[in-house]
């Protein structure tokens, strides 16, 4: 990894190697999505707690003040919503001119292993890759899996995920699933939790995470359990001290009581 692949990859992980990746690009497909019909207003007071933002063109242009610290990673495929035909049906949707000019950190792409488009998107990937690595810009592979959930098992997402590394992957994002070591294990690359449907409560989104970082993640890249929670700040700083500061589980839900009874008493 040349020089400034590894900076660009350096300011989203942090010097504990760990990343906490605030998801906010469902709109590309999902439209306007409960809690985050104004996205600019909603990540504001996040931005102190997550390691980047990811995040399309449009919203980053639109909603993101260009005064912000925190980095960008951009979302750079798209072309299917949730009313068409098949999720899968992607194509790229961002030029690396314009990754330059965002300054963006690293992008992300999803593909769809096992679909009727598999060969499109892994392509897709490729392409990417090869149109990025001139300019040491990281690719974060997605591997998505549309509308069937039921996909989500450790032997289709090692698959996906050490098909994305062999085409150049510079990071892999995945949903945490049963024996989630075996998906990290035969990854050679970053493999990065992916949030998935919204969780019944935080502590549940505590004990994915921390179990997926036990097994081999380097962190987190989710959005609705942290912006669709009741309490989104409180939701992020646990993320961020699980993630950072080692808390438990349990611990980083009390932190999580804490800071939404704090902003409580302060109200």
């Known amino acids: 990894m040349g020089w400034g692949k590894q900076n660009r990859w350096a300011q989203i992980t942090k010097r504990d190697g760990r990343c906490f990746f605030l998801a906010m690009d469902h709109g590309y497909f999902l439209g306007p999505t409960r809690s985050l019909e104004k996205p600019g207003e909603m990540v504001a007071p996040l931005l102190p707690y997550v390691d980047a933002i990811f995040v399309t063109r449009g919203v980053l242009r639109a909603s993101i ?3 912000m610290n925190t980095p960008v990673i951009l979302r750079v495929s798209g072309g299917t919503s949730v009313v068409g035909g098949d999720l899968a049906n992607e194509g790229v949707t961002t030029s690396v001119d314009e990754v330059i000019r965002l300054n963006a950190a690293a992008v992300g792409l999803s593909i769809f292993v096992g679909s009727d488009y598999e060969h499109q998107t892994l392509t897709n990937l490729g392409e990417l890759i090869n149109k990025c690595e001139p300019y040491g810009i990281p690719v974060m592979a997605v591997t998505a899996v549309g509308k069937e959930l039921e996909k989500r098992d450790a032997r289709y997402l090692a698959l996906s995920c050490r098909i994305a590394a062999e085409l150049g992957a510079t990071a892999v994002k995945t949903y945490w699933c049963e024996d989630f070591h075996k998906v990290t294990e035969t990854c ?10 919204k969780c019944d409560t935080i502590l549940e989104v505590y004990e994915f995470v921390h179990d997926g970082i036990e097994r081999g993640a380097i962190g987190v890249n989710l959005g609705r359990n942290v912006w669709q929670d009741g309490h989104p700040v409180a939701a992020a700083r646990g993320l961020q001290a699980l993630i950072h500061e080692g ?6 839900s009390d932190l999580y009581n804490t800071v939404k009874n704090d902003a409580a008493v302060v109200a």
């Open 188 to 197: 050679p690359v970053p493999v990065v939790i992916a949030g998935g449907p």
């Open 65 to 67: 003040d260009p005064n």
């Open 247 to 252: 808390l438990t589980p349990q611990q980083a």
